[in-house]
């Protein structure tokens, strides 16, 4: 069981992440971000993935590239990418963000000066960097979406299914990394992001851009239960939303798809593919006083997917929606 922490532990604990934040700062500009603007999963199965997000979400292929598709959300030019896993184990590859007034050269440039390497790939200038715990992570326009120049060449084909729900766009990725602080500080200074909300005194998380959308990292390797072992650095789920978000008509969805509840015991390893489970964040952990519900299911490979609704920003209530950090 959580501890629960008081008001004026959380109080007296947060000017000392924010000092350690400002210390941190580095003399070179920040790289303004608008959101996150895609993130890709490494598959085993891609046909049987692609067929399994149309199937529930009713998603359209918005372009397509030599190892995968990418499938976008609501009305774009947001995406969630599919790839090959190959040979590796499937994974939540990499996490992209939208930069203003993008260019390869400038971002390029504003990597470099904080000693960061960035490889350029493909012929619209996909732009990628490593973190310090191997994450990897793309820079793109804001509305880069496939071909072309900047990427923002969309090609749109129907799905084949109209889905059972409909998503609207991107809420969050969580990260698993070796040291949360350190990670939290790193990309408030890249970015210039500042704190959206708490779920926990040492638990900010980071707006991306102004529509509440936000960045969360875990530190110690994303430790779970008392005694467990560190997990290795990842990016840990990634959160889709929708309007008029209601957990029990989203369990009713999932369940007539095939995907079943969580068993008992099974809070404690890996969580299997096709279950669904909701957790609820207390007042501790920053949620409402009767819990929020957080709703995650698994997709055919085990990816741990959450949804939200569009009005979800980690804060509390019971949608999340209030974040006053």
């Known amino acids: ?6 008001r004026r532990e959380m109080l007296i604990a947060l000017p000392a992440v924010a000092a350690a934040a400002r210390g941190f700062a580095q003399t070179a500009p920040s790289i303004a971000v608008t959101g996150i603007n895609h993130v890709t999963l490494a598959v085993s199965d891609l046909k049987r993935s692609t ?21 976008g959300i609501g009305t774009g030019p947001q995406f969630l990418g599919l790839s090959s896993a190959g040979s590796a184990a499937p994974n939540i590859n990499h996490i992209c963000f939208g930069v203003e007034n993008f ?15 960035a490889t350029n790939r493909g012929n619209a200038g996909q732009l990628y960097f490593t973190d310090a715990d191997g994450i990897l992570v793309q820079l793109q326009d ?15 084909e129907p799905s084949p299914k109209k889905g059972l729900m409909a998503l609207k766009g991107w809420s969050h990725c969580t990260i698993f990394t070796s040291d949360g602080a350190r990670s939290n500080m790193f990309y408030a200074d890249l970015f210039g992001l500042k704190v959206q909300a708490y779920q926990g005194p040492t638990a900010p998380l980071y707006a991306v851009g102004g529509k509440g959308e936000f960045i969360m990292f875990a530190g110690g390797g994303g430790r779970g239960r008392a005694g467990a072992a560190p997990r290795a650095a990842s990016i840990n789920h990634l959160c889709m939303n929708m309007d008029n978000f209601q957990p029990d008509a989203v369990i009713k969805a999932l369940e007539s798809y095939g995907i079943k509840p969580r068993g008992e015991g099974q809070g404690t390893g890996p969580t ?3 279950v669904h489970y909701i957790s609820m964040r207390m007042e501790n952990r920053g ?8 709703l995650y299911f698994t997709d055919p490979d085990g990816l741990l997917i959450q949804l939200q609704d569009t009005k979800y920003c980690g804060g509390s209530g019971v949608l999340g929606e209030i974040c006053s950090a």
Do not use: H
């Open 1 to 6: 069981m959580d501890k629960k922490i008081s």
């Open 51 to 71: 067929d399994f997000y149309q199937g529930l979400f009713g998603m359209p292929i918005v372009s397509r590239a030599a190892t995968g598709v990418n499938l």
């Open 103 to 117: 260019s390869v050269e400038r971002v390029t440039a504003a990597l470099a000066a904080r000693g960061l390497a």
């Open 142 to 156: 804001p509305k880069y979406c496939g071909t072309g120049p900047l990427g923002n060449v969309c090609r749109a």
């Open 272 to 274: 299997p593919p096709l």
């Open 287 to 294: 949620g409402a006083k009767e819990g929020t519900p957080e």
